[in-house]
């Protein structure tokens, strides 16, 4: 990309530009299915806007992550829940907080895994393909299901199984929606 091109992209407010159409990838990254394919496009156009700002003169804060660190989780289903929410907002506050593509790419892997290794842990036999794994429901809810499976005695994930008749509908949805996630994007993550 010459310095002309780089100005086409970004116009005279470059460095401003910049700064919104970052914010505004970082919005649609965070609000999309944690899948490293539905990643690609929104990386390549992340990528374009920091070659064009850093060939106009502007530079980019790194911040390095090594790693980020995925939480174990138990089989408890209440504390990997409580575990795995703090986890995911700790995710998006640094993401949201990152104004560059090397460290955005790390945290979008690390996120991707987060998803994968936690929907492991709602496996059931039986795969529906029925579901919409893009339909998050509301934590909230899962919450208030986790509290009234553990009120009838359920506590653990192998009670998910055991307890078949008394887990509430939402847990159910819950685990039909998270493992169809984990067999279509999970596996090979």
């Not at 609000?31 to 496009?41: A, G, H, I, M, T």
């Not at 060939?55 to 209440?78: C, D, K, M, R, S």
């Amino acid at each position: 990309m010459t310095r002309d091109e780089a100005f086409a992209y970004l116009g005279e407010e470059w460095e401003d530009t910049f700064e919104e159409q970052i914010f505004l990838l970082k919005q649609q990254l965070i609000s999309v299915l944690p899948v490293n394919k539905l990643y690609q496009s929104k990386l390549k156009k992340w990528e374009k806007l920091e070659e064009a700002f850093r060939i106009l003169g502007g530079t980019i804060e790194e911040q390095y992550f090594a790693e980020i660190t995925i939480p174990v989780f138990l089989n408890n289903i209440l504390n990997s829940f409580t575990l795995y929410q703090e986890s995911r907002n700790d995710f998006k506050l640094k993401f949201l907080n990152t104004i560059n593509l090397r460290d955005a790419k790390i945290l979008l892997q690390a996120f991707n895994k987060l998803e994968c290794v936690y929907a492991a842990l709602w496996l059931d036999e039986v795969v529906d393909e029925n579901v919409v794994v893009s339909n998050v429901p509301d934590p909230m809810e899962i919450l208030s299901a986790i509290k009234s499976f553990e009120n009838l005695g359920g506590k653990t994930f192998d009670d998910l199984k055991e307890m078949i008749k008394a887990v509430p509908e939402t847990l159910k949805r819950e685990q039909k929606r998270l493992t169809l996630y984990y067999t279509k994007y999970g596996k090979n993550e």
